[in-house]
């Protein structure tokens, strides 16, 4: 009895752990967001090795690059909704690889083989 009653009493003694302060990540509202590197007036090689390729924002490479030998960076980025450059399905371009042509005409409510399926 007195044993449990030494465990009681560290469990109330000891000091608690603070709390964390790490904030939760952020859920991205545009998860494709991405960027282009754009070279400022006197940029460094690096910069103009990448200006063709669009990156995640979240991967982006930082600016200055790294190596940068400019003063003053004037290197930024050009912002785009997603990472990819054009339409790469096929309905997308108008084109019809099945023979299909036409809206897309499946609805919600009719899904499934059963009768229970539409429920």
């Known amino acids: 009895m007195t044993g449990s009653l030494f465990k009681r009493a560290r469990v109330l003694f000891q000091q ?3 709390e964390s302060t790490t904030v939760a990540p952020r859920k991205l509202a545009r998860p494709f967001h991405a960027v282009v590197i754009v070279p ?3 940029a460094c090689p690096g910069a ?3 200006r063709e390729r669009r990156f995640l924002s979240r991967e982006a490479p930082v600016l200055p690059l790294q190596g940068c030998g400019a003063e003053e960076c004037s290197c930024c980025y050009e912002h785009y ?3 990819r450059e054009r339409a790469r399905r096929t309905c ?3 084109i019809a ?3 299909h ?3 897309d005409k499946r609805s919600g409510e009719k899904r499934g083989r059963r009768k229970a399926d539409g429920k």
């Open 16 to 18: 608690s752990e603070p």
């Open 40 to 42: 400022g007036r006197h």
């Open 48 to 50: 103009y090795a990448l």
């Open 81 to 83: 909704d997603d990472r």
């Open 92 to 94: 997308d371009l108008g």
């Open 97 to 99: 690889i099945d023979g």
């Open 101 to 103: 042509v036409g809206p």
